[in-house]
């Protein structure tokens, strides 16, 4: 849990550095970096989630170790949401 933190804070901190580039890449070092750490953290989670399921009758340590996986799918879940509001109002 102690990586997938680490991963969670570290995609935080990609979204704090300084935009480089010029015109339409401007920033997308910050975005790809974000997205990547992300990516970290959602393996991280879903190998907690398999690895916890199988523990006997423990059943805060499981509901405590599926918290990443369900983080990583409201994000995911956010991300799809605002995609598809962008569709329906014409930003595409």
Not at 7 to 18: F, K, Q, V, W
Not at 75 to 92: D, H, K
Request: charged content about 10%; glycine content about 14%; proline content about 3%.
């Amino acid at each position: 849990m102690a990586i997938w933190a680490l991963a969670i804070g570290l995609s935080g901190m990609s979204l704090l550095e300084p935009a480089e580039g010029s015109g339409f890449t401007r920033g997308v070092n910050r975005l790809t970096g974000f997205l990547s750490w992300q990516m970290a953290a959602a393996v991280t989670a879903l190998i907690l989630w398999l690895g916890v399921r199988h523990l006997p009758g423990q059943d805060m340590l499981r509901r405590l170790g599926r918290i990443p996986g369900w983080w990583s799918l409201g994000l995911l879940a956010v991300i799809v949401a605002l995609f598809a509001y962008g569709f329906l109002i014409g930003w595409s």
